[in-house]
C-alpha cells in the first residue's frame, strides 16, 4: 500500500535553507519528467477510445451483448487487457462495441475464448423462473393436509 502512494506522490527534497532561483529549476523540472513518464505510461484495463488510440497500437473492435458485459470486463481484467466499450443508443436494444489493443492479440484470442464459453455455457442453461418456482410451492403446500387443532379447556379449581 505504501509503495503505491510513493508511485502517485511526487517528492522533493531540496537540502537548502534558502530556496534559489536554480533550485526551484531543477524542482520544475522534475516535475515535468515526472508527468511526462506518466502520461506515456497509459494505464490498465477499462479506458477511453481516445485513450486507447493514443497509445499508437491499432485497434480491434468486437460486439459485446448487453447482459454479459461484467463478465467481459472481469475476464479482461483478469488477462491484462486494454479495451474501452462504446454503447451505441440508436440501436433499439443497445449494442455495445468494445475496442482492444491491436498489440495484445494473444491475450485478445484467450479473453474472446473465455468470454465466448461462458456466454453459451450461460446460454444453455435457462435461469429458472423464480415466480413459477413460488407457485408450484404455494399450489404444494395448499394440498398438504393441515393439522387441526384441538382447543379444550379444563376448569380446574
Known amino acids: 500500500m505504501n509503495e503505491e502512494i510513493s508511485k502517485e506522490t511526487v517528492h522533493f527534497a531540496a537540502n537548502t535553507g534558502k530556496v534559489t532561483g536554480r533550485v526551484l529549476w531543477k524542482c520544475l523540472r522534475a516535475y515535468l519528467r515526472h508527468r511526462q513518464n506518466k502520461k506515456l505510461t497509459a494505464g490498465k484495463g477499462k479506458q477511453t477510445v481516445k485513450q486507447l488510440i493514443k497509445q499508437g497500437q491499432g485497434a480491434s473492435s468486437m460486439e459485446v451483448s448487453g447482459e454479459s458485459i461484467r463478465t467481459f470486463k472481469r475476464i479482461a481484467n483478469k488477462y491484462g487487457v486494454d479495451f474501452a466499450i462504446v454503447k451505441d443508443k440508436t440501436a433499439d436494444p443497445p449494442r455495445f462495441t ?30 429458472p423462473s423464480l415466480l413459477k418456482e413460488l407457485k408450484k410451492l404455494k399450489d404444494e403446500i395448499a394440498k398438504a393436509p393441515r393439522k387441526v387443532k384441538e382447543k379444550f379447556k379444563e376448569n380446574v379449581r
Open 98 to 127: 468494445c475496442f482492444f489493443k491491436a498489440k495484445d492479440m494473444d491475450a485478445i484470442t484467450a479473453v474472446v475464448k473465455e468470454y465466448s464459453a461462458k456466454v453459451v455455457k450461460l446460454q444453455g442453461k435457462p435461469k
